[in-house]
């Protein structure tokens, strides 16, 4: 990590950015203060005034998928992903069946101890129903001691539970992060992992349309006796 200071010696291009990047930031934060501050220094080492980078957001198409790579901004590369999801959703979503199956709290835990996986009931923070901790362990809240538990959120949770056991390949591989959003949820490249899991169980049919890549590496990797405990309770 350089210091400021060391920036300023850099070539001007450099610099340029860098202090884009404090401006954008400042712009996302809503921190006019700093906004204004950054923008007055551009002004002073770049010797021309800021000017927003132009949106880069192309028109999505199934036939040419964008990567990340082809986004100078993040926020740009996130509006397209959201774009290229409806797209898909308009097209395939029909395939989306889903399943409102529940079980109940010893079936979880049951199933779960077939995976070699513990559960916990606790309360937990925010609005998130569950989560994983290791490969072995997993919390909900404890309103499911009581109430009856979504099938498709626990197999969420096996997605990343699956994920702590592929070995050489993960969430952020280029594999998940080109295939950006499977769902409504967010962009996550550990969630992307988990729903497309999901899906790959519950939507099976959805994920082979829109994100063959994807099915095909859950097809190659998910065990047989996964898949089969999995699909029978949907
Ligand atoms: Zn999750």
Request: aromatic share 14%; with cysteine; proline share 4%.
């Amino acid at each position: 990590m350089k210091t400021f200071k060391e920036y300023l010696k850099e070539n001007k291009e450099e610099l340029a950015q860098m202090i884009t990047d404090f401006i954008e930031t400042a712009i996302q934060n809503n921190d006019k203060e700093n906004e204004a501050r950054y923008k007055d220094i551009y002004l002073k080492k770049i010797g021309k005034p800021y000017e927003a980078e132009k949106e880069f957001s192309p028109k999505p198409s199934i036939d040419k998928i964008y990567s990340q790579n082809d986004f100078k901004r993040y926020q740009d590369y996130i509006k397209y992903c959201d774009k290229l999801y409806i797209l898909k959703f308009k097209k395939y979503g029909k395939l989306a069946k889903g399943t409102l199956k529940t079980i109940t709290s010893n079936e979880l835990k049951a199933k779960c101890s077939e995976f070699g996986v513990n559960v916990i009931f606790a309360k937990v923070k925010g609005t998130e129903e569950a989560s994983v901790q290791t490969q072995n362990q997993m919390t909900w809240d404890i309103k499911y001691l009581k109430k009856p538990i979504p099938v498709e959120i626990w197999i969420h949770e096996m997605g990343h539970i699956f994920e702590y056991m592929m070995k050489g390949i993960s969430s952020y591989s280029p594999l998940f992060l080109h295939n950006m959003k499977t769902s409504e949820y967010d962009l996550k490249p550990l969630e992307i992992f988990a729903e497309s899991f999901k899906n790959y169980i519950v939507n099976p049919k959805y994920l082979k349309a829109g994100w063959p890549e994807v099915y095909d590496f859950f097809k190659k990797n998910v065990p047989t006796k996964w898949i089969k405990t999995m699909t029978n309770l949907i």
